[in-house]
């Protein structure tokens, strides 16, 4: 399948924990693309790993990818209540999954 | 990315549009449906002007492409599973590489 699947489908932190989700593909991966969606709006890029990177950082997220197992994770560090949101990976042709709900206690 | 209207109710057997504009010279655009609970599904999808193809779920949708800018979602025959939030999304051209940008959605509910 070209579509994403991450996990866990839903994760519930408290503000100032990390949160780690997980993205795989039974595909190669080539690039691959991480998206928010708040609540009611549309999907924002978050980060671009390449294919033959395997870890990349902005900010307080960091992404690593390991194309051998055709995985994909993000890190949120010192989370917030703002990063409430979906979270979605992208592969090729744009197929994304379910994504992960995150959910930041204050 | 922008789309209209944001919000719209509409009967059964109704035809309707979806306006979708872009002025990022972006080649790539494409339509999406999100149903609760879920992620997103390709409806249709240009890969430039005057070229459209179809993504995962394209039956009871049409769109055209006859400017760079402008991608258009048409319901032929609105139903009430077509009931979503529909989003409209450009890119410099289909590659993985390329950042994909978002409209911030239209809520369509079919009575």
């Known amino acids: 399948s070209q579509q994403g699947e991450e996990d866990p489908q839903a994760l519930s932190i408290q503000e100032g924990e990390n949160a780690t989700m997980n993205c795989s593909y039974k595909t190669s991966i080539n690039n691959l693309q991480w998206y928010r969606q708040n609540s009611g709006r549309g999907l924002v890029h978050l980060i671009l790993i390449r294919s033959n990177e395997r870890e990349k950082h902005s900010g307080r997220l960091r992404v690593t990818l390991d194309t051998s197992k055709k995985s994909s994770s993000l890190l949120i560090t010192a989370s917030r209540a703002a990063d409430t949101a979906s979270y979605f990976c992208v592969n090729t042709a744009a197929r994304f999954g379910a994504g992960t709900r995150l959910t930041v206690k204050p | 990315v922008t789309q209209n209207p944001r919000y719209l109710i509409t009967v059964t057997g109704k035809k309707l549009t979806v306006t979708c504009s872009q002025n990022m010279n972006h080649e790539y655009m494409s339509w999406y449906r999100q149903d609760p609970g879920m992620g ?70 079919v009575v």
């Open chain 2, 40 to 109: 997103l599904r390709l409806i249709h999808y240009s890969v430039g002007a005057g070229i459209t193809d179809q993504g995962e779920v394209p039956n009871g949708y049409n769109v055209s492409r006859s400017t760079t800018e402008d991608f258009p979602l048409r319901l032929l025959s609105a139903a009430p599973s077509q009931t979503s939030v529909y989003f409209c999304a450009s890119s410099y051209d289909r590659g993985s590489g390329n950042t994909i940008y978002f409209g911030e959605g239209s809520w369509l509910t």
